[in-house]
T-cell receptor, first 112, second 112 residues
Framework: RKEVEQDPGPFNVPEGATVAFNCTYS??????FFWYRQDCRKEPKLLMS???SGNEDGRFTAQLNRASQYISLLIRDSKLSDSATYLC?????????????FGSGTRLQVQP | NAGVMQNPRHLVRRRGQEARLRCSPM?????VYWYRQLPEEGLKFMVY????????ESGMPKERFSAEFPKEGPSILRIQQVVRGDSAAYFC??????????FGQGTRLTVV
């Protein structure tokens, strides 16, 4: 089982739609959580950190459920420019391991 | 404050040659991660280093690959005797200890 799992998509949504991505993680030693976005053939860019209390940045809302070990990202009022792959990232601090572990990503295509 | 700098951006090597990929972290960052991304695939963790120490190399192939992050100078990912299957984008990221990581633009290695 992968340590960080995401639905690969693609999610095809019209402009203005609300779309939600979920991510599950298996390692209870996970300490920090992030969402990144990656455009085709470019480097991943930090979208937002995810806090236990949930956090919002404009049209983006991230939530963390430690009990169920999942993280979510909600995008409201989708724009064409939101089309990208969204990566769920977990920092695992475990014996001998302190890596940032990436999910395989969920592809979003916003259509006009 | 310059971001994470990787060079070269593109590298072509013949089979059997050595490839050296360099990564200069953001100013003040002492933690470096290396990831590999094959076309149409997700980011695969390779190695996590702190100055002069390898913290987690659980993703590094056992042979031909090595990484270092000396006290002075950039982090180096070295691939000896490259093969066609090593062709990929190699991304470096840097961070403070438990915070989000920022990525460089990557080095695209092509083995011919």
């Amino acid at each position: 089982r992968k340590e960080v799992e995401q639905d690969p998509g693609p999610f095809n949504v019209p402009e203005g739609a609300t779309v939600a991505f979920n991510c599950t993680y298996s390692n209870s030693a996970s300490q920090s959580f992030f969402w990144y976005r990656q455009d085709c053939r470019k480097e991943p860019k930090l979208l937002m950190s995810v806090y236990s209390s949930g956090n919002e940045d404009g049209r983006f809302t991230a939530q963390l459920n430690r009990a169920s070990q999942y993280i979510s990202l909600l995008i409201r009022d989708s724009k064409l420019s939101d089309s990208a792959t969204y990566l769920c990232v977990v920092k695992i601090v475990d014996t001998g391991r302190r890596a940032l572990t990436f999910g395989s990503g969920t592809r979003l295509q916003v259509q006009p | 404050n310059a971001g994470v700098m990787q060079n070269p951006r593109h590298l072509v090597r013949r089979r059997g040659q050595e490839a050296r990929l360099r990564c200069s972290p953001m100013k003040g960052h002492s933690h470096v991660y290396w990831y590999r991304q094959l076309p149409e695939e997700g980011l695969k963790f390779m190695v996590y280093l702190q100055k002069e120490n390898i913290i987690d190399e659980s993703g590094m192939p056992k042979e031909r690959f090595s990484a270092e992050f000396p006290k002075e100078g950039p982090s180096i990912l070295r691939i000896q005797q490259v093969v066609r299957g090593d062709s990929a984008a190699y991304f470096c990221a840097s961070s403070l200890q438990f915070t989000e990581a920022f990525f460089g633009q990557g080095t695209r290695l092509t083995v011919v």
